[in-house]
């Protein structure tokens, strides 16, 4: 499986970051680095051409050199989710990116409902999140 | 005319909210909450249930446009997913300032109409204040919020959103 998640917060730092396995980890923290301008510049005024600006999912955000497809999404509560992909995983399609960003939203809502979880703490629930990350990861092969 | 289901959610709503405020105030007699502290405490509460709501009950909508926007579905979806209807009427100087009033507010229905409970009633009216503050926190902005009883079971809440 070759896709890896991550969740900032409204003021850009992580929430959650999952690389999977054979990605070198400190290469998917730039490229989430890196994809927040893109982000940011999106859901501006700016932005007000290259996107819709009433839709939450982003589209691709930026072209790649090195054959990895970056997703963006933004909830209403300005936390952020970025996916990146491997350009050789054709099979993938709008759709698909779609509702995995669906279900991330989804779970992290659940996070935000859980009366323990601190807003603005890392994730660490296993159960609702990491788990759902994990499944979701495993389909994307 | 109201669902079976939205009567009982009400009622069960209701009376959850009145044991937590008995209960903050019996903790503060107990001294395990600082005296004066208990209003405090019931707006935080509701500032972290505000945060969760405005999560969930904003995961399907389109993005906002404005404040305008935001304050309008706090009016409508928000007030009627939670208290079972809408804000009767709501007022903006168009700068900073927000009114919500309802003629009829759901923690204030069981009150006597005699003017000394007024004094009383702020107890049962700072979970909502919170409420409002999380769900708009949560969406960005930051604000104040408190609430105003001219005669029960009527009440206004005034939000002044604060700019940074």
């Given at each position: 499986?070759?896709a890896s998640?991550?969740?900032?917060?409204?003021?850009?730092?992580?929430?959650?970051?999952?690389?999977?396995?054979?990605?070198?980890?400190?290469?998917?923290?730039?490229?989430?680095?890196?994809?927040?301008?893109?982000?940011?510049?999106?859901?501006?005024?700016?932005?007000?051409?290259?996107?819709?600006?009433?839709?939450?999912?982003?589209?691709?955000?930026?072209?790649?050199?090195?054959?990895?497809?970056?997703?963006?999404?933004?909830?209403?509560?300005?936390?952020?989710?970025?996916?990146?992909?491997?350009?050789?995983?054709?099979?993938l399609r709008?759709?698909?990116?779609?509702?995995?960003?669906?279900?991330?939203?989804?779970?992290?809502?659940?996070?935000?409902?859980?009366?323990?979880?601190?807003?603005?703490?890392?994730?660490?629930?296993?159960?609702?999140?990491?788990?759902?990350?994990?499944?979701?990861?495993?389909?994307?092969? | 005319?109201?669902?079976?289901?939205?009567?009982?959610?009400?009622?069960?709503?209701?009376?959850?909210?009145?044991?937590?405020?008995?209960?903050?105030y019996k903790?503060?007699?107990?001294?395990?909450?600082?005296?004066?502290?208990?209003?405090?405490?019931?707006?935080?509460?509701?500032?972290?249930?505000?945060?969760?709501?405005?999560?969930?009950?904003?995961?399907?909508?389109?993005?906002?446009?404005?404040?305008?926007?935001?304050?309008?579905?706090?009016?409508?979806?928000?007030?009627?997913?939670?208290?079972?209807?809408?804000?009767?009427?709501?007022?903006?100087?168009?700068?900073?300032?927000?009114?919500?009033?309802?003629?009829?507010?759901?923690?204030?229905?069981?009150?006597?109409?005699?003017?000394?409970?007024?004094?009383?009633?702020?107890?049962?009216?700072?979970?909502?204040?919170?409420?409002?503050?999380?769900?708009?926190?949560?969406?960005?902005?930051?604000?104040?919020?408190?609430?105003?009883?001219?005669?029960?079971?009527?009440?206004?809440?005034?939000?002044?959103?604060?700019?940074?």
């Amino acid at each position: 499986s070759r896709a890896s998640s991550a969740v900032l917060a409204r003021d850009n730092y992580p929430l959650y970051i999952r690389s999977s396995p054979t990605e070198n980890e400190l290469k998917f923290h730039y490229m989430v680095h890196t994809s927040l301008d893109v982000v940011d510049e999106k859901i501006s005024a700016m932005g007000k051409a290259l996107v819709d600006q009433r839709e939450l999912y982003l589209g691709l955000l930026y072209p790649t050199e090195d054959h990895k497809i970056k997703y963006g999404y933004v909830t209403n509560s300005k936390v952020k989710f970025v996916m990146v992909v491997d350009s050789s995983n054709t099979a993938l399609r709008d759709n698909e990116i779609r509702s995995m960003f669906r279900k991330l939203h989804s779970s992290y809502t659940d996070v935000m409902c859980n009366p323990f979880y601190n807003p603005g703490d890392r994730i660490q629930s296993r159960r609702a999140f990491d788990s759902m990350v994990t499944s979701m990861m495993v389909q994307v092969c | 005319w109201k669902t079976k289901q939205e009567m009982a959610d009400e009622a069960l709503f209701l009376l959850l909210h009145n044991e937590m405020v008995s209960g903050v105030y019996k903790s503060a007699e107990q001294g395990e909450v600082e005296n004066g502290r208990c209003i405090t405490k019931l707006e935080n509460m509701g500032f972290r249930v505000g945060q969760g709501l405005i999560e969930r009950f904003t995961k399907d909508t389109a993005r906002f446009k404005d404040e305008l926007d935001i304050m309008k579905f706090i009016c409508k979806d928000f007030w009627t997913t939670v208290f079972k209807k809408q804000i009767d009427n709501l007022r903006t100087n168009h700068q900073s300032i927000f009114n919500l009033s309802t003629a009829k507010f759901l923690h204030l229905r069981k009150f006597d109409q005699w003017k000394v409970y007024v004094f009383c009633s702020f107890q049962y009216l700072a979970f909502t204040c919170g409420l409002i503050r999380g769900g708009l926190s949560n969406l960005g902005i930051k604000s104040i919020v408190t609430a105003e009883v001219s005669s029960m079971p009527a009440c206004k809440f005034q939000v002044m959103i604060q700019k940074l």
